[in-house]
């Protein structure tokens, strides 16, 4: 081929490439932007609403989940008695069930809940802690599977153990799986249960058993700070409760605002306990500029 042609060739294909790069750049932009959007607006629609979320959790994530709640703009209510439920229950916006520091004595107040919120069309979030750590704890987690969460929400170890309804007591309440090695194993639970799938990690991973979304926000320094996996569980139940009809959507948003702020609080902290308290100071004071400035949400 004559040089001349050569470059002019070489060069049209470094234009078509940038060109490529540059329109997938735009695209992504687009897509972030629409993500913080979204986020911003149902994070706006919680404060303004106040939605009542009733938890039935463990007594080590009680503290940090009622505060996400409130600085989020929602009303929290610890409420696990078996004789409250019928008049409390169909009355909440969201139920959340966390099944940390789970017994017999609590079991039939999560499953008669989830039931009741069930038959009121509220949506509710199971969060299977340690699900694989014990016979007794699979199996109540599987009862409450089949009473239709609307979202599922665990650790990658925790997804992996209930889609195979397998025992891994290694790691308990921590995981030993990355969130990218459970996207299979969320993938197969959503499409058996109906429910969205989230599993926690670097990249908290969203999938309806299609649709598969990555949510990179957050910082490392907050799995040194118990229970905060517990309190994005109850932040999700909260965005449910202002846009039911968008599950997935409404449970990426929850994800990545908790892990901005997260983040944010970083920028000050010089802990795990100062980052504690900023976190939920940040979550607080949250606004749509910094919602689109730092949101990391794409599809997968």
């Known amino acids: 081929m004559n040089p001349i042609l050569e470059q002019c060739e070489l060069r049209k294909t470094e234009i078509t490439y940038h060109q490529a790069m540059n329109s997938k750049h735009d695209e992504d932009e687009q897509q972030r932007r629409q993500w913080g959007t979204r986020a911003w ?42 004789e409250e439920l019928p008049d409390f229950t169909p009355n909440a916006d969201a139920l959340c069930i966390n099944v940390g ?39 109540a987690c599987l009862e409450l599977m089949n009473l239709k969460p ?34 299979e194993a969320a993938k197969s639970l959503a499409h058996s ?26 910082v490392a320094m907050m799995q040194k700070i118990t229970a905060t996996g517990c309190s994005v569980t109850a932040l999700i139940a909260a965005f449910l409760a202002v846009d039911q009809l968008h599950a997935l959507e409404a449970t990426a948003s929850a994800l990545s605002i908790f892990g901005i702020a997260g983040e944010m609080g970083m920028d000050v902290a010089k802990g795990p306990a100062s980052l504690r ?24």
């Open 193 to 218: 249960s109906g429910a969205i799938v989230a599993v926690s990690g670097a990249v908290d991973i969203v999938t309806d058993g299609k649709r598969v979304i990555g949510a990179r926000n957050g």
């Open 41 to 82: 607006a149902t994070l706006s629609a919680v404060r303004t609403r106040s939605p009542l979320i009733q938890c039935i959790t463990n007594f080590v994530s009680m503290d940090l989940m009622a505060n996400t709640l409130l600085s989020a703009g929602a009303s929290p209510a610890m409420l696990h008695s078996v």
């Open 101 to 139: 520091t789970l017994s017999p004595a609590w079991l039939p107040a999560m499953k008669f809940a989830s039931e009741l919120a069930v038959k009121a069309g509220k949506p509710w979030v199971l969060d299977p802690v340690a699900a694989g750590a014990s016979k007794f704890r699979m199996m």
């Open 150 to 183: 609307t979202v599922v929400r665990g650790n990658g170890s925790e997804i992996i153990a209930l889609s195979k309804a397998s025992l891994d007591s290694s790691m308990g309440v921590d995981s030993g799986h990355e969130s990218v090695d459970a996207v």
């Open 277 to 300: 308290t900023h976190l939920i100071d940040s979550l607080y004071g949250l606004d749509e500029a910094a919602i689109i400035s730092r949101i990391r949400i794409s599809s997968l």
